[in-house]
């Protein structure tokens, strides 16, 4: 149904592509390797110093749900509080029209040019192209966004957008790309991250004190107040929401909270989740215009970008409580070896798995194939600080996938697959009827373990099941199967001591 | 200790030895174990594929096979998770409200073999004998969908003369993940292919499970690579006695 853009542009292919490509990539897998590890290990350890975590993801999570419960209520009470603030609310539906708001408010503001604070709502509306479009350069100023941005990239992790690039890599880009943008990287650049940090820092401070206009997301949006808080570890937002004249924040509408209290439990529960530390170095908030201080004009878009598709699921609405700190992509089995781009969105690995599909729909390949990219282990539920049940949507979101499928057999014949669950199905339905497979299965097990094919008690590779046998040799079938011993067994029990 | 086994359709037909082993373990424990004839499957592979009207009937079966036992064990912590967590979502998404409710309810004495051994007959020492290297891979489904936690492990250390060794990076994901093995096969064997590493890192001769499902890919990897390695479900090894091991070295 729904054709909203979710920041990747083209037709990305279905996940099992996309995956066979990066899995042969060994650099990949190997930086992959270390930097979900490194993440995993130091979040695990953080957490469990906190005697009450179980406590407070159940609180995120029932803070979370009061609000897209009614979100009608905190919507319109954080437009007022904004408005009441000084700042100007506008609101978008989907991709492009967010992207004609701020494109238009810049223009009003004669500047050619944008910081900008890594925000995921404006990358998974293709905010830079659309900005580079009217002629606008859009600067990434969080490091890793720099990397993606400079390398002409795009970002594989919600909080560690170039996890897949490794220093000596990182090192090349720098030495490449930055003279061709502003300051260049000095010649005696090396692949030590302090040195390509200052790099870094050079290259940026030159359009931190230039730019007039700022553009961010926000990490949540409190009703009551009109307060916006951006959460980060490097300063360059700081700079972002401090220096220039005007801010433009776009807010996916799922970022409210409803009082300033209820950050208590969300200050505790992200950073701890996303980089693994007890508190973030920045936590800037900021609530409409303070004369004389910080930006003059303040703007808040507020995106819609199929937030409310994925609301009208009575199950997969859970997902609008993620607070993108990324947890489920560390911990998730799947990701590590594959990495971000296979799931062709902004938002990869398990919470990508789920979200995509609700906010643009199962219209496309790659959508249809996420729900099925995970071997639903369970490790990104436990790992998650709002407790987003992934394992229970996945599976809600494949029988939506089989649903329309079916649906649309108007037109087409049901698929193998189908046939195949039908025929399984009837099978199980009757115990004689499964009885009778059984035998075959015990004829089967007789013929390939017999004498002719040198009573062998596994198979190789077998025509028709390369999926499975290209790698996996697989048992030949029993000659017994568990019910028939069974019954020999009981006939035995119940006879007579002799 | 009247107990109903449910063996699941994959050990019935492909791993008989595994429920023969429940079956001995259960009499020697002085439980009296009953085989229902008319179960099947519980309905996990249709269900976790997402055709649920597929998975309605066998979680109807499922009800009406095994209500009226006070205690149901089955040898996979798949199965039970998926007993346990999926059959009352399975009637409600289809429109079974009271099926649901019936599920709901019938489906708290499903027992994981491990959960019954300790929680419900009270112990961890079975009077197994195994003298063999063994290393346990905790499957997905017993640990973060059932929390059975430790309790394979200790029933494990309380089996005489077994070399217990630690499997590195344990809690990760083999990579079977029921039809993920085949519809994403190369990310299915990448993640086995660690697992196996880890398996073969760990000096172990045996890989123990609670599931069979997850020991037959990780099993196919370790085959493949002629490692020698072999796989054994936990049943087998609570099974197993003195009088076995020496009738093996009597072979």
Redesign the interface.
């Known amino acids: 149904m729904s054709g909203t853009f979710v920041g990747m542009p083209g037709f990305p292919p279905r996940f099992p592509v996309a995956a066979r490509s990066a899995l042969e990539d060994s650099q990949l897998r190997s930086n992959l390797r270390h930097a979900t590890h490194t993440i995993r290990d130091k979040r695990g350890r953080v957490v469990a110093e906190v005697a009450d975590w179980e406590e407070l993801r159940v609180a995120g999570a029932a803070i979370k749900d009061e609000v897209l419960t009614h979100l009608d209520h905190y919507l319109v009470e954080l437009e007022e509080s904004l408005t009441r603030a000084g700042a100007q609310v506008h609101w978008a539906r989907d991709a492009a029209e967010a992207n004609r708001i701020v494109t238009s408010l810049v223009r009003a503001t004669g500047a050619e040019e944008v910081v900008k604070v890594k925000s995921m709502a404006t990358q998974e509306i293709g905010l830079n192209e659309a900005l580079e479009e009217a002629g606008i350069d859009a600067w990434e100023t969080d490091l890793a966004e720099l990397i993606v941005q400079l390398g002409h990239d795009q970002p594989s992790h919600i909080l560690v957008p170039a996890i897949h690039r490794n220093r000596a890599e990182i090192k090349e880009i720098f030495a490449r790309e930055m003279g061709k943008v502003g300051e260049p990287a000095p010649d005696d650049l090396t692949a030590e991250p302090r040195v390509l940090a200052e790099a870094a820092r050079r290259h940026l401070r030159e359009k931190f004190l230039r730019a007039r206009v700022a553009i961010s997301g926000a990490n949540f949006a409190v009703a009551s107040t009109g307060t916006l808080v951006v959460v980060e570890s490097e300063g360059n937002g700081r700079m972002c929401l401090t220096l220039p004249q005007t801010l433009i924040s776009v807010v996916g509408i799922e970022k409210i909270v409803p009082t300033p209290t209820d950050l208590d439990v969300f200050l505790q529960l992200l950073p701890r989740s996303s980089t693994g530390e007890r508190m973030n170095p920045y936590t800037s908030t900021w609530t409409g215009v303070t004369p004389g201080d910080g930006p003059q004009e303040v703007h808040v878009v507020l995106l819609d970008n199929g937030r409310t598709d994925a609301l009208a699921d009575t199950v997969g609405r859970q997902a609008l409580r993620c607070i993108r700190c990324s947890a489920c992509l560390n911990v998730c089995p799947v990701y590590e070896r594959v990495g971000g781009h296979a799931y062709g969105s902004v938002y990869p690995g398990p919470i990508g798995a789920v979200l995509n599909p609700l906010i643009r729909g199962t219209a496309s390949a790659v959508d249809r194939s996420l729900p099925y990219a995970s071997s639903l282990c369970g490790a990104c539920f436990d790992a998650c600080p709002v407790r987003i049940d992934i394992p229970e949507l996945l599976v809600h979101l494949r029988a939506r996938v089989v649903d329309e499928k079916r649906a649309g057999h108007g037109r087409f014949r049901p698929s193998g697959e189908e046939l195949a669950m039908r025929a399984g199905s009837w099978l199980f339905s009757d115990s004689d009827r499964w009885e009778s497979a059984q035998r075959a299965s015990q004829l089967g097990g007789r013929m390939l373990g017999g004498k002719l094919l040198g009573e062998r008690d596994t198979l190789g590779r077998i025509p028709g099941l390369a999926a499975w046998s290209d790698a996996r040799d697989a048992p030949v079938p029993p000659t017994e199967t568990f019910r028939s011993w069974w019954k020999k067994h009981e006939q035995h029990d119940k006879e007579p001591e002799q | 200790m009247r107990v109903a086994l449910f063996?699941t359709?994959f050990?019935?037909?492909?791993?008989?030895?595994t429920?023969?082993a429940v079956?001995r373990l259960l009499e020697r424990l002085g439980c009296t174990v009953e085989?229902p004839?008319?179960?099947?499957?519980c309905?996990q592979?249709?269900?976790?594929?997402?055709?649920?009207r597929?998975?309605l009937?066998?979680v109807e079966?499922f009800a009406d096979v095994f209500e009226s036992y006070h205690a149901v064990v089955a040898p996979s912590g798949s199965c039970v998770g998926s007993v346990r967590h999926?059959h009352a979502?399975i009637a409600r998404?289809c429109g079974r409200p009271t099926l649901a409710d019936r599920v709901a309810n019938g489906s708290r004495k499903v027992h994981e073999l491990s959960e019954f051994l300790v929680d419900v007959l009270g112990v961890t020492d079975v009077g197994a004998s195994f003298p063999h290297r063994v290393t346990y891979h905790p499957t997905?489904?017993s640990?973060?969908?059932l929390r059975v936690g430790d309790k394979p492990l200790q029933l494990l250390r309380a089996v005489r003369g077994i070399d217990l060794v630690e499997l590195p990076g344990a809690?990760?994901?083999c990579?079977?993940?029921?039809?993920?093995?085949?519809?994403?096969?190369?990310?299915?064997?990448?993640?086995?292919?660690d697992k196996v590493s880890n398996v073969r890192a760990s000096g172990a001769e045996v890989v123990v499970a609670g599931d069979n499902s997850c020991l037959?890919?990780i099993?196919?990897?370790l085959?493949?690579q002629r490692s020698g390695v072999r796989v054994m479900h936990l049943a087998e090894v609570l099974a197993s006695t003195e009088d076995d091991v020496a009738k093996e070295m009597a072979r």
């Open positions: 063996a359709c050990n019935d037909t492909m791993w008989p030895e429920p023969k079956v085989f004839l008319g179960q099947t499957c309905g592979m249709f269900t976790n594929t997402g055709y649920l597929e998975a009937p066998l079966r999926q979502m998404s997905c489904h640990l973060r969908m809690e990760e994901c990579g079977f993940g029921g039809t993920f093995a085949v519809k994403n096969a190369d990310t299915s064997v990448a993640m086995g292919a037959a890919h099993g196919g990897l085959h493949r």
